[in-house]
């Protein structure tokens, strides 16, 4: 309780910290004109507002959409389940199955008219999310005093344990990852037990098949994360990258772990994760500036000052097409979001989409196709969420669709009962006892 209670502390500060003031806008002239001359430099205005607005990058606002009911859509293109017990960090639909953590410290598999195939109980002091393979679900799991950590794959027809990875000299497990038939995870240890987190982390990689060591490096200490797991990494190509507690960017081989090169960033970051495009990779510092460094060499490149901020733990993570960066800013004083897509070559605006007191809680790019999650900022629990459908280059509306619940509660919202990630070729998005896998 003492580690999350300080760890929504943390959140707050961090948010209060983030937040920026929007520029107000310059007032009018509130002189009535009384001469023809007058007259006609005010029309000569008005005809370069009007310019100038025909240039606007603004495609206006999802108040004009009109979204279909999800009940009209498609049925193959969803499913919707409901469970008697709160869903709690993550539910998964492979073929005729469902698999879902609950709030009791089970995951259970469930046919998908949800009669129960299995259930497995593990204890959960602190959750993690659980993963799907093809063969396995793998349940990962850490403890303060360090003997309760471990990551266990479970088969999926049965439920049984298959193997189980046992870190008991280790108190925090960074997020779990399955890369090319191996895990990858960072488990740290604590030198002074007075600390909220461990401060020594090791890089680890196992075998999916077997859970069999394939090696291990000791890495220092690690940079906590702005969003999600305290601890996370990054992976592109043949290589893994993670950023260290004085702010250095490092890569190293999956292959070997072996380290390619390391590269010195800002002091202050929003997230401790690059983000890729194309031959290069992007880090956002606390200021919201983009910085682009070269992928193969880490040579910094260039960088880009967005005119934004973002707030809430929720808040998707940048998203790119190509060089087409997409990330949501947020009034501070209002709490109105807009989306807004760059150019990163030319370090220009293509095109911003005014949500209004709608929060946007998820965003991915499927099939050239950038889906948007967003719930109206209101305390009517009833108010359902919206999935929108847009062309990633011109924001333009492919499709909207409104679900039949709410399933997100706010855009502070830390609550594990919530969530949304990619399951294969689906969204999967669950609050409370209701899951959408989505197309």
């Given amino acids: ?17 983030t937040g920026c003031a929007s520029s107000s806008s310059p007032k009018g002239n509130d002189k009535e004109p009384d001469t023809e001359i007058e007259k006609s430099q005010d029309q000569s205005n008005e005809d370069t507002d009007e310019k100038e607005e025909d240039l606007s990058s603004s495609l206006g606002s999802i108040e004009d959409f009109t979204f279909t009911s999800i009940d009209d859509y498609d049925q193959d293109q969803w499913i919707r389940m409901e469970t ?33 195939i299995w259930k497995s109980e593990v204890p959960y002091p602190f959750r993690r999310p659980n993963l799907m393979t093809d063969d396995y679900i793998l349940v990962n799991n850490e403890v303060d005093e ?80 702005g969003k999600g797991s305290p601890f996370q990494l990054a992976f592109k190509d043949d290589h893994l990258y993670y950023v260290s ?42 200021e919201s500036v983009f910085h682009e460094y070269d992928m193969e060499t880490g040579e910094p490149l260039d960088d880009y000052q967005f005119q934004g901020s973002v707030l809430g733990p929720v808040a998707p993570y940048p998203l790119f097409d190509g060089t087409t960066m997409i990330y949501e800013d947020v009034d501070f004083d209002t709490g109105d979001t807009t989306l807004i ?34 719930q109206e900022g209101v305390d009517d629990t009833t108010t359902p969420s919206k999935l929108l459908k847009l062309d990633p280059q011109s924001g333009e509306l492919v ?34 006892k209701v899951a959408y896998f989505l197309k």
């Fill in 1 to 17: 309780m003492k580690r999350i209670t300080l760890l929504l502390s943390m959140i707050t500060i961090f948010l209060v910290m």
């Fill in 84 to 116: 008697e017990k709160p869903i709690e960090n993550g539910a998964f639909v492979d073929g005729d199955q469902f698999f879902i953590n609950t709030e009791d410290d089970e995951t259970i598999a469930y046919t998908k008219d949800m009669k129960e």
């Fill in 146 to 225: 360090g003997e309760g950590t471990f990551v266990e794959a479970l088969d999926k027809k049965t439920g049984e344990s298959v193997y189980k990875i046992n870190l008991v000299d280790y108190s925090d497990l960074g997020e779990v990852y399955v890369m090319d038939d191996a895990i990858y995870f960072a488990a740290g240890k604590k030198t002074n037990e007075d600390e909220l987190f461990a401060d020594d982390f090791t890089l680890f990689k196992y075998q999916l098949n077997d859970g069999s060591k394939v090696w291990e490096k000791k890495i220092g200490n690690l940079k906590q994360s």
């Fill in 245 to 286: 507690a004085d702010s250095q960017l490092k890569v190293v081989e999956m292959e070997t772990g072996d380290e390619v090169w390391k590269q010195e960033l800002p002091e202050s970051l929003r997230y401790s994760i690059p983000f890729f495009a194309d031959d290069s990779l992007y880090i956002l510092d606390a």
């Fill in 341 to 374: 897509a760059v150019d990163m070559d030319a370090k220009e605006e293509i095109w911003s989409l005014d949500f209004g007191q709608h929060f946007i809680f998820g965003a991915y790019i499927i099939d050239n196709t950038l889906y948007i999650l967003t």
């Fill in 399 to 432: 499709e909207g669709i409104e679900l039949n619940d709410r399933m997100a509660e706010a855009s502070n919202s830390m609550s594990s009962t919530m969530g949304n990630d990619r399951n294969g070729d689906y969204i999967t998005v669950f609050h409370g």
